[in-house]
């Protein structure tokens, strides 16, 4: 589903956020996090080429993407 540049993309997110504040919602959480421009930007452009439905959404799925690619690598290394 993602190439390798939606996982630099979104590394290059991560390393980028300035602050980062979590509130709590029945089940859910809200995750406000602030990024700089050139970052949205980025975000923007790959959700346009991408056809995500918004922000939220490609972020969740990159997220999804990367967590799942990491805990793979871990069971790689770990012989699981």
């Known amino acids: 589903m993602f190439g390798q540049s939606r996982e630099i993309h ?3 997110a991560l390393s980028h956020f300035s602050s980062v504040k979590s ?7 809200v ?15 790959l959700i346009h080429e991408r056809k995500f439905e918004s922000r939220t959404h490609f972020i969740k799925s990159a997220l999804d993407f990367y967590i799942s690619k990491k805990l ?3 069971r790689t290394v770990n012989g699981s």
Request: overall charge positive; charged content about 35%; hydrophobic content about 35%.
């Open 23 to 29: 509130t709590q919602s029945a089940s859910k959480r």
């Open 72 to 74: 793979n690598e871990e």
């Open 10 to 12: 979104l590394i290059l």
């Open 31 to 45: 995750l406000s996090v602030r990024l700089k421009d050139s970052v949205v930007k980025k975000i923007d452009q």
